[in-house]
């Protein structure tokens, strides 16, 4: 029980330092708004970010062995049709299985 | 409620009620991603209470699972913990567009009301409050800010509490976790064929700084460039042919 408790400094830190950016994400859109037009190459740059960052995440592991790759072509396929937990699950059954037989 | 054409405005309670209750499908959702981002933050060495920190004080979940990633891989000290606090930093950046369509509902509150309620304002939040519409109040804002708050913050930390009991994750495979929640959050950004090139963009850019320097962290700001630079190219592509 004591060990829940611990505070980690080093990760409080970080917690506060995103916890700042990302409020400051939050009240920045409308005052963004009321003060500056942004043209459609900056809208569509933003609105790409979280996917390119997620892409980069995960590029490097999925592709880091047959196995892996196939497993995440797998995910990617049922991703937008059944709940998520399910397609971690499937995911996580399908790596099990592959990297013994490949 | 209305009579002879006079609509007779819902109390703040009733309004709160009513957030309460257009959440409750999306904190189904919720809850179990929340128990999977605990588990994982415990695999990490996070405590519950360094869990419950970051969920209360964050409080955005695509971006803690990437921090809880990050610190799983390199640690939180020094330059590790400015990487992460930069990744928190651009998967959050969707939250200037989101906000940026809710302006004028804002636009009568005042500046210190307003930066309390954005605080909350997560992909949920927004849509819900995009689907209220012009009649939003801050008190429906706040019956489904609440609701989800309260919802991310116990699913965590229990999530990390029952992770803690798992001796060794990656027997089970369960170091793919992670790959696969990218993957359906990536999902979740999907737009159609035009995701396509700023993503490969993206990983190209990430394989070729990983295949450099390994561990680090700095394939995903050489992705994020990348997607970002592709996905500009064609916004203005896209208002010139419009």
Known sequence: ?102 | MSTDGITIPASPRQEFAAGVVHCLPIVAGAVPFGFLLGSLAAKAGLSALDMGLMSALVFAGSSQFVAVELLDKNGSGGSAGLAVIGAILLVNLRHLLMGATLEPRFRGIPRARAGLALFFMTDEQWALALRRGPELTLAYWYGVAATLYLAWLASTVAGTLAGALIADPTAWGLDFTFIAVFLCLLAGFWRGVGSLPPWLASAAAALAVHALSPGGTWHIIAGALAGGAVAAIQGKRRARDA
């Not at chain 1, 916890?19 to 009321?34: D, E, H, K, S, Y």
């Not at chain 1, 390119?52 to 592709?63: E, F, I, K, Q």
């Not at chain 1, 049922?78 to 490949?102: D, E, K």
């Open chain 1, 1 to 102: 029980m004591l060990e829940s408790l611990h505070l980690d400094w080093s990760v409080f830190a970080i917690v506060l330092g995103g916890a700042l950016v990302t409020w400051m994400t939050r009240i920045g859109g409308p005052w963004l708004v009321a003060r500056v037009r942004l043209g459609p190459a900056a809208n569509a740059a933003l609105e790409a970010t979280p996917g390119a960052v997620l892409v980069a995440l995960v590029a490097p592991a999925a592709l880091s062995r047959p196995s892996d790759a196939l497993a995440a072509a797998f995910v990617c396929l049922i991703a937008r049709r059944v709940p998520m937990v399910v397609a971690v699950a499937a995911g996580v059954a399908a790596v099990v299985l592959l990297r013994r037989l490949l």
